[in-house]
């Protein structure tokens, strides 16, 4: 089969690189980046030690989340002038978990082609890895740190029913543990992967319980991608029969209707106009208040 010639001008390249073990780097991959104009990294320091070790002495220019929107700009000027750029990020895929979304979007808009050279990526190798179902599967990268919005993005996670892929940082996975063993089933399974392609490779599982007493005795050291299996499949009826119990135990603890709305409301992320009508009318009829829009 005839190939295109590469790199073509005033195209942007995203470039997958290893995400440890340094023989996933492909041969087209090491040819293009030898070849283009310039890459766009997310750390000048880190990238240009790994070209190094491949003999890459293509010119680098920084492009992280912090100088994205100021860069942008720079970049686009190699592209209409018709040379070539690539971007590439500290490892795996650029635009997963990374800033690229940002620099597609502008390379897009003016017109341009944007070619992805394909490598490896955490999420993805986690998943396959798992043993967890993967034929539908959902990619949450990094939760946000502390918060509401935290809480939110964990209720959405605990209610979600395919398997969800994660990011975390070592200094943080503790924390998630505990969090997903106070909101989760405990027997819920998980799989989590440690230093993917790297000497220390491994997979710790089977269940959010046996990962997370695992961790309380083993520093938790290198990179982690979770899996996390689906939340089994409830029916709504019996949804809203839980909720409804539930502030029904807050009525009779003192609370006013509007209390105890708002007091679940915070816990599950749900409407709280929503929970407040299913008070209502709830205790004299079921009914399916919580699927209705808004
Ligand atoms: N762009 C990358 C990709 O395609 O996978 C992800 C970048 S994100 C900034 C970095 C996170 O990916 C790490 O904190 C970790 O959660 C996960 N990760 C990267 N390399 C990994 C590895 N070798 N083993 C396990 N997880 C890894």
Redesign the pocket.
Known sequence: MSQRLEPSPGVLYLVGTP??NLGDFSPRARTLLKKVSVIACEDTRHSGLLLKKLDINTKLVSFHKNNQKSRIPTLIKYLEREESLALI??????G???PGESLVNATLSIGHEVICIPGP???TT?LITSGLPCQRFCFEGFLPSTGKDRKLRLQEIVNETRTTVI???PHRLLKLLEELSKLCDINRPLKV??????LHEQQIGPNIKSVHEYFLKNKPLG???LVLGGAKKRSLIQDEKNLLSEMNSLLEEGLTNSAAAREVAQKTGLSRRKLYELIHKGNSKMQNILNTSE
């Not at 990020?89 to 650029?94: T, Y």
């Not at 992967?193 to 790297?198: G, Y």
């Open positions: 995400i440890g990020s500290d490892a795996g895929l650029p997963i978990s990374d990526c955490a999420a986690a990011y975390e940082s992967s440690r230093e993917l392609t790297k990179e982690f991608t």
